[in-house]
């Protein structure tokens, strides 16, 4: 597999969630795998773009074609890690043709009123898309646990569930890649800060964004038991940096570039006969 | 209003498809209201994107704090006319969270089973939101009608049908666009032909293509049936030249910008005390 220049050693090596990880053990400043500032992280994501648009237009050619390949990326954080970020700078390199992105909310009465993977089954990405998961069925199981939104045996059931629904997804022809962006909790302070100092970033602030700060230390540990408990060699959990946002954007670039390159895509074969197809085109 | 530096006059004004308009009286090859070459054209769409990626993040900035707005831009044309490119150039520059992109196909059988309205109703676009419909309830009244796949008095009813839906989008705060990209069939044979020529876009042709291309009249009487009957004060069509593809995306580009600068957005208030936020947070 070739790895764009500036990556020093493979970062799904060096991001994976291994067993029994603490996230304290996670430095959210370092820059695991790559050298380099700020500014050369900018021009490498433009690099990685190019790469990103290309391999996912043959992704999308062969799904054309009847390939059932496609990719989920699923983003996870506390507020203000970037996931916004990831979307906008990582995911604006693709054709909006081929990527499907769903934004989970708090869920309706209507959602309430199924399984908590209802919702997320129906959002998942068809053939030859990069699906992507702004927060994700991983909520059951993070706030739901944290704020004993369901009973502890509920909760204990969903991260089996949540393993048998991926292994399905997994069969049906997607890699699955799913992101913990980790910061903080000072870089949190200062993230909040920021939108409450500047009145064209008020919007992006929200009251409720303090009360579930001030948990913190309980979604620490609730990340910790999703990633020991569903972070699977199908479906594995990356645990990335993000206090630099610069290298929390190239590095889950980059793990969708790998996943794309994993699958040795080559421009489909046309099933008309083309020679036949232009006379035909020529007399119309 | 104001507008990019590049119009000269207005092209909204320019580009309305007006009662009794004919398409053999729209030069394809055209660029109303701009001077100009190609590489001008690539200049001036960068400009234009950002101004149109700012506009998007005020409107859905406003729409998280209540304001229903949002944009439905419609995208019909004939094979290879650029729509796929409208999406790839234009709508690429917008933070892909505020864009709702809809791709109609044949309809299901599913679909089938429904009025033709019901697949569309639900593609519609949430508040904040850009949604573009690539293909929509306008393939009803225009293969529905050349190829005869419903009774005459059926596709009558379905221009009401059309015009009482649009009504009710916009009196829910949508501002609605509707675009035709006019190439001439002549420029339809050399993009399907470059597409036979090149192993790297043999799947994005069709032999279908072909047998709609043979109907080429018949798709153009059934366009200006469309304007006739649906091009309203509230839902206006534009006809925009794009034999050129670069017009063409400034066109589009154009005409969102001045939907969403018509719209006189500002930065929405606050709706929590900012002062007690901050003091919260400092001690958080």
Do not use: C
Not at 45 to 52: D, K, P, S, W, Y
Not at 140 to 146: A, F, K, Q, Y
């Amino acid at each position: 597999m070739t790895r764009e220049t500036y990556w020093r050693e493979d970062p799904a090596e060096l991001l994976r969630a291994r067993p029994g990880i603490r996230l304290t053990e996670v430095d959210p400043d370092s820059h695991p795998g790559i050298r380099g500032s700020k500014s050369d992280g900018e021009e490498e994501l433009v690099e990685g773009a190019g790469i990103l648009a290309d391999l996912q237009e043959l992704l999308f050619a062969n799904s054309r074609l009847g390939d059932r390949r496609r990719i989920l990326l699923v983003l996870q954080a506390m507020d203000s890690a970037g996931k916004g970020g990831i979307v906008k700078h990582v995911m604006s390199a693709v054709d909006p043709s081929g990527v499907q992105l769903t934004s989970f909310k708090k869920p309706t009465e209507e959602e309430l009123g199924h399984d908590f993977l209802w919702r997320i089954s129906k959002a998942s990405p068809g053939p030859g898309m990069i699906g992507v998961f702004d927060r994700s069925h991983y909520e059951d199981v993070l706030i739901g646990r944290v704020r004993e939104l369901a009973p502890p045996e509920e909760i204990q059931r969903r991260y089996e569930a949540i393993n048998e629904f991926e292994r399905g997804l997994v069969a049906g022809g997607a890699t699955i890649i799913k992101v913990m962006l980790h910061i903080s909790r000072d870089e949190q302070r200062k993230r909040l800060g920021a939108r409450l100092d500047r009145p064209d970033k008020h919007w992006k602030f929200n009251p409720g964004d303090i009360d579930e700060r001030e948990l913190w230390d309980d979604y620490q540990r609730a990340y910790e038991a999703v990633f020991e408990r569903t972070s699977t060699l199908e479906a594995p959990w990356y645990v990335v940096p993000a206090n630099r946002k610069w290298y929390a954007r190239l590095a889950v670039q980059h793990l969708l570039i790998e996943a794309l390159e994993g699958m040795a895509l080559e421009w489909p074969k046309a099933d008309y006969d083309v020679v036949e197809q232009q006379a035909r085109l020529a007399v119309s």
